[in-house]
């Protein structure tokens, strides 16, 4: 599950991975080169990276800005369509986490679904198509701290998807959201084989965040006295 980057381990900027579950964010921004510690609230003993298992406010206000990045992906289940549906309510945690994002001093992006996009600042949105994956899966990403990110082309969708929770006819794409089927699938089309059901549902592809991660460290580089030498 690493994939080599180039960068020596030793040399490797810290990112925090926030309300990290199984880890496809911060598998990301592993293959692209940084040491990642997830945190969450909850035990994650899938997550494939350095893990401490605490509330992820408290985790960024108190240890946040001894991180060179942040990714934080707070809860979406206020904001998706089959909670809603179900008349479920969730805590909103947009707002809080941009507030401690901010506080930290450190470049950031915040991810979250379609329905959670009119309440993030000018986030740029990522489509499955754009890294030739087999879903569409669009998800959202605002960045702050000085740190910007440029929106991708975004690809017709050609092929059709299959209904949430519906089986997936061949040649078809998947929604893998809720309790859809196909879990051994799931895993090669969002490139997570060490996730079960609960964390494909709520991941972003690894691919997302390692083309976030390659902007990141670009900037971070940016920054570097040696940089500006």
Known sequence: MTHPTGIPREHRPLLLDAYCCQGGAGMGYHRAGFKVTGVDKDAQPRYPLGFH????LNYIAKFGAGFDFIHGSPPCQHDTDCQRIQNNTHPDLIAPTRAALNATGRPWVMENVRGAAHKMHQPVMLCGAMFGLRTYRHRYFETGGGFTLPQPPHPAHTVPQAKMG????????GQFVGNFSGVG???????????NRDGIRECIPPAYAHWIGAH????LAALTPAAAA
């Open 166 to 173: 519906r089986p997936i006819p061949d040649g078809w794409y």
């Open 216 to 219: 990141a460290l670009a900037h």
């Open 53 to 56: 298992q605490a509330e992820a």
């Open 185 to 195: 699938l799931a895993r090669q089309v969002m490139e997570v084989p060490w996730m």
